[in-house]
């Protein structure tokens, strides 16, 4: 994957939306400079266009990643491991970047698309949903589950009804959005917002299923 200096950094987040923190990060405009290329937006700033480039290129790699194993394959420690490596890291990294970008887009447009502020209130109770669930399974659950403590049952299955109700929250945000699908003049921000809220609900729906066999009844290390 190379990413060209010259090319505008409105289109590089919209075809690849996970570029979009990258540039935060770096505290870039890409919301209102349509036509400004990354060389541009970064000689503005005195940053070195080439490393964030180079960041930008592993932000879509890291997206794009390797086929992930069967998690049916895996044992039920590594499923652990890998579900705290890869989907919980991704939340950690994502909700507060998209807490920030979801009320930016509803201030912005909420005139136009009075519905984005239904968006922003579904998704800021989603974020306190997850970062809840995510900080008692990091803390609790799972070191419950590596140390083989008995008599989980009511703590699992607790855990497995958020679960449900992290999907409810999922499908009223879908709805909220109208399926992901923005209006033709929605701006490059309003673009990257639906289009990593869609990836996120892709990347959380595959993470609670994979946690559902490790805190179904009788599943244990």
């Not at 490393?51 to 290129?57: A, G, K, P, Q």
């Not at 932000?59 to 990643?65: D, F, L, S, T």
Request: neutral net charge; proline residues 7%; contains cysteine.
């Amino acid at each position: 994957m190379r990413l060209s200096m010259d090319r505008p950094v409105a289109e590089l987040v919209v075809e690849h939306p996970e570029c979009a923190v990258v540039l935060e990060r770096y505290q870039l405009e890409y919301a209102s400079a349509e036509a400004r290329t990354l060389l541009e937006t970064c000689g503005e700033r005195g940053l070195d266009p080439a490393r964030v480039l180079i960041d930008c290129e592993r932000a879509i790699r890291e997206r794009k990643g390797r086929p992930p194993a069967d998690p049916r394959t895996l044992p039920p420690r590594q499923r652990i491991l890998r579900v705290i490596a890869g989907h919980h890291q991704y939340l950690h990294r994502t909700l507060p970047f998209l807490q920030r970008l979801v009320a930016n887009v509803a201030r912005t447009h909420r005139e136009r698309q009075p519905s984005l502020l239904e968006v922003a209130r579904i998704f800021d109770a989603l974020a306190r949903s997850l970062s809840a669930h995510l900080a008692e399974e990091e803390r609790v659950v799972f070191p419950a589950l590596l140390s083989g403590a008995p008599r989980l049952d009511s703590l699992l299955a607790r855990m497995a009804d958020e679960h449900v109700s992290l999907q409810r929250s999922l499908v009223e945000l879908r709805a909220a959005c109208d399926g992901y699908v923005c209006p033709p003049w929605a701006s490059s921000s309003y673009r990257v917002l639906f289009a990593e809220l869609a990836h996120l609900e892709a990347d959380t729906v595959q993470h609670l299923q994979i946690e559902d066999e490790l805190l179904r009844p009788g599943a244990r290390l």
